[in-house]
């Protein structure tokens, strides 16, 4: 970096500077224009300055990303909302300012690395926003090169964005930002779309950035494992938009951690390990980082005070009939072999998870495996069916598959109505199938909206619904590709006690998923993918823990095992939440709602 | 990528920062070196001219010249020239003899006799219509590949830009649209595997079909505005729109070159069109 001291002095204005920000979203429907009656955030006070990494928490709904996007102008401007109170931008009053005119102050990165490529080719990527900008080309070329190199792109220059990872793009709206020249960076959830590697990959930048001491982060971010040590200070969100706390992350979650819990706000795992087992550093402060959790658990294990860890029986599963066998399954498409070779068997009652970087081969080998693609004859049979040569009806009763994105699966124009279809095409009796809704709008909590059309419904309603249109059906196997995509951790925790009351009435589970935490926590036998081959196929407490062949998979360990994998055994091999005893009878409330 | 690589090396003063080229396009194909609306106004009025040229071997020489023009003008690589001066000829022979099954017979009993099945005649006319059809594809087919490999979308737009007057916003807007293309194309697919795992209007026929299409639209449609929404706000956020012109990396220049070579395009029209008519 060219700067030698980019630090301004102390009365410069704030990089951000929101005071008693009220949003309220309006609904535009032709000539009537609604107001929401509740304000998300409603209130909120803070300031970043040149240097500070500032972290957004808060459940669901409580506004989050529209404080994000109110940081840079799009509310109001751009997004059809009433804001009150003022938001200053490097001096400057985002209401008088158009969001273009902004830019040079704030830049943003947003969730879905595609939904920001706008050009062909990496490095007119970058240029984009300087161009917008009006620069000269030799300063645009400049910053550029800079950007690029910041964020380990520039050798890739002249690729298309496209053929970049997920990690990789995001990197590169990362760049895109740096190269506008503002102060501000503004990261809404930028790594929720990511595998464990991508989503390395990107703190890996935004650590240097903010070491860098020229730039201030606003940033929003569910996985508080992946950013806790980077954070210098958290501003907290309660349901209802207002700011509940705010100052250094491990102060806030020292003195508030109760209060967090019942928030219902995801945590770092290390957090709430250490709620477990009640311990706490020297200055009664809860560690937020694996690291310092491994210090604190070394320390106790040193001293002989480390209570052994549960091992949970009810997780290993009794062997039952075969339900699912894979055998030699090999699927090609364009030439290339995405799933090479595969054999394993799936016993009845199992909840498998199948790992794997992007592009391993995981959603072509689950879609094979369930019928939605035509495996090969005599490759599969899964629920006494073979997929190859089964009827589309026949395989669609006995096996349930989860898209990613639920809104594709969506066919009715109410959730009602979205419920009988499955019934309706089976050909089930009216008065029965009228009683079978009404059970399942009951059990996901969507009794109320039984006449709302599926689009209309909330991120996770949606998640639930399609799950219930899928289990209506009874059938002997759910597949599920990457339930907890893009949501976020209290959606997830939601859909994952779903799984986990299925799977115990004796549903089989197969799932792919990139939240290692979530392997850990729920699934009995996990099988890892690299390059379409099974490298490693066994109870989740194994696999995960081996720290080579996660790498050898681009895979990460749960943030537990980076925790405990150095400590005498049993302890290594912990990675589930569940299996850390818990010290006092006070703590399980605590820590329940989250394992 | 490590995170070593994110050290930033110190920037040379004047680092030479090549807009990369498009795969394997040397840059001396003198068509792709020129400015990107001569790939536009050359071939058009020749696309029109086709339509109005009943002459075989004027049709045949258009062809030929075009033939040339693209293997020579843009370099394409050895596939593709091959692809070009086998292709075409062996696609107007194909449509014509095809083409000449459909002529009626009985308009050119008068022409010799090519080949005789019993009573079925194949009439030295009907090849002749039918070659007639045959080149105008072809000869169609290679003007528009004339642009395709001559010239990018980006660059078109860049150029219209510059010399057109089109107003930039326009011409990014229309940029980006275009890139949802494959990406809707991708999302389809999915849609439609959702909907047969759901056993949605099976069945054959038009009114099946028809249900199953109208069923694709609503997700479709919302994934697209909510995408299209999202790629909006992006590009605002990259100052897009901030003032009134924008900083163009790669300019377009207008050479003499440039009017010469629309010039020379204009003349094969005018050629053809008086050697059609004067034979």
């Known amino acids: ?595 | 990528m490590s995170a070593a690589t994110v050290q930033a090396p110190v920037v040379a003063e004047h680092a030479v920062v090549a807009a990369p080229a498009r795969a394997s396009a040397p840059r001396r194909a003198f068509l792709r070196t020129a400015n990107p609306l001569v790939s536009l106004a050359g071939p058009f009025p020749l696309m029109v001219v086709v339509f109005f040229v009943a002459d075989l071997r004027v049709l045949a020489a258009m062809g030929v010249a075009t033939a040339i023009l693209v293997v020579a003008g843009t370099l394409p690589g050895p596939r593709v020239s091959a692809a070009v001066l086998l292709g075409a000829p062996l696609t107007a022979g194909i449509v014509a003899v095809s083409f000449g099954f459909w002529v009626d017979a009985a308009a050119v009993a008068s022409t010799p006799v090519l080949v005789q099945a019993g009573p079925w005649a194949y009439h030295a006319g009907q090849l002749e219509i039918g070659l007639l059809t045959g080149l105008r594809v072809v000869d169609l087919m290679l003007l528009a590949l004339l642009g395709a490999l001559a010239t990018t979308g980006p660059d078109v737009v860049r150029a219209s830009i510059q010399h057109l007057r089109i107003p930039y916003r326009l011409g990014y807007a229309a940029l980006a649209a275009v890139r949802f293309v494959p990406r809707f194309g991708h999302e389809l697919e999915v849609i439609r595997s959702a909907h047969r795992v759901r056993g949605v209007a099976r069945g054959r026929g038009p009114v099946a079909a028809t249900r199953r299409q109208a069923g694709y639209a609503v997700p479709l449609l919302a994934g697209g505005i909510r995408h299209a929404e999202r790629v909006s706000y992006a590009m605002d956020a990259r100052a897009f729109g901030a003032h009134s012109t924008r900083t163009e990396r790669t300019t377009h220049p207008w050479r003499l070159r440039d009017t010469a070579l629309v010039l020379s395009f204009w003349a094969a029209c005018v050629a053809a069109l008086v050697l059609a008519a004067g034979v």
């Open chain 1, 1 to 595: 970096m060219t700067a030698s001291d980019g630090r301004p002095a102390s009365d410069l204005a704030a990089l951000l500077d929101m005071r008693d920000v009220v949003v309220r979203h309006v609904l535009e429907d032709g000539e009537t224009v609604e107001v929401s009656p509740r304000a998300t955030p409603d209130g909120v006070s803070l300031r970043v300055d040149v240097g500070e990494v500032v972290l957004l928490l808060g459940p669901s709904g409580s506004g989050k990303s529209t404080l994000a996007l109110a940081a840079n102008g799009l509310v109001p401007h751009v997004v059809p909302a009433r804001m009150g109170g003022t938001v200053q931008v490097g001096g400057r009053d985002t209401r008088t300012h158009e969001v273009p005119t902004l830019s040079s102050a704030v830049a943003t990165v947003f969730q879905d690395p595609d939904a920001q490529v706008v050009t062909g080719s990496v490095l007119d990527e970058v240029c984009f926003g300087p161009e917008n900008l009006l620069l000269p080309v030799a300063e645009i070329e400049r910053r550029a090169e800079l950007a690029l190199r910041q964020v380990g792109l520039w050798e890739r220059r002249a690729e298309a964005p496209e053929r970049l990872s997920g990690g990789g793009r995001q990197r590169l709206a990362i760049a895109c930002a740096l190269a506008l020249g503002s102060p501000l960076l503004v990261l809404d959830e930028p790594t929720a779309n990511l595998d464990p590697a991508g989503k390395e990959e990107v703190y890996d930048v935004v650590r240097e950035i903010a070491a860098s001491g020229r730039h201030g982060v606003l940033l929003v971010e569910h996985d508080l494992d992946a950013a806790a040590d980077l954070v210098d200070r958290v501003v907290v969100l309660d349901g209802s938009g207002r700011q509940m706390v705010s100052g250094p992350l491990r102060t806030v979650l020292s003195e508030h951690i109760d209060e967090l819990v019942a928030l219902g706000v995801w945590l770092p795992v290390a957090t709430l390990a250490a709620v477990r087992l009640g311990l706490r550093d020297g200055q009664g402060n809860l560690p937020v980082t694996p690291e310092e959790l491994a210090t604190l658990l070394s320390a106790r294990s040193a001293a002989g005070r480390l209570p052994e860890p549960r091992v949970d029986a009810a997780r290993s599963v009794a062997p039952g009939a075969t339900v699912i066998d894979v055998d030699g399954l090999t699927v090609r498409a364009r030439r290339r072999t995405i799933v090479d070779d595969v054999s394993f068997r799936v016993t009845a009652g199992e909840l498998l998870a199948v790992v794997g970087a992007n592009g391993a081969g995981k959603t072509t080998l689950l879609k094979a495996v369930a019928g939605v693609t035509r495996p090969p004859r005599r490759t599969v049979r899964i629920a006494g069916l073979d997929p190859a040569r089964a009827d589309v009806a026949d395989l669609a009763s006995r096996v349930g598959y989860v898209f990613q994105n639920p809104e594709h699966q969506f066919v009715t124009g109410s959730v009602r109505a979205e419920l009988r279809h499955g019934l309706t095409v089976r050909g089930v009796a009216p008065d029965e199938s009228e009683v079978r809704v009404e059970e399942m709008l009951e059990r996901f909590g969507l009794t109320d909206l039984a006449a709302r059309h599926p689009f209309l419904l909330s991120g996770g309603q949606k998640r639930r619904l399609s799950v219930g249109t899928a289990m209506i059906c009874r059938p002997e196997v759910l597949v599920l590709d990457e339930p907890t995509y893009g949501q976020d951790r209290e959606r997830a925790a939601e859909l994952l006690g779903l799984l986990d009351a299925l799977h115990s009435e004796g549903t089989t589970v197969v799932l792919v998923t990139h939240d290692m935490q979530v392997v850990a926590d729920h699934a009995t036998r996990v099988i890892a993918l690299a390059d379409g081959r099974i490298e490693a196929d066994g109870p989740p407490g194994l696999v995960l823990s081996d720290q080579p062949l996660m790498r050898r998979c681009h895979l990460r360990a749960p943030h537990l095992a980076r925790a405990t994998s150095h400590l005498p055994a049993p302890w290594n091999t912990v990675t589930r939440l569940a299996d850390v005893p818990l010290s006092s009878p006070t703590a399980p409330q605590t820590v329940e709602i989250s394992a």
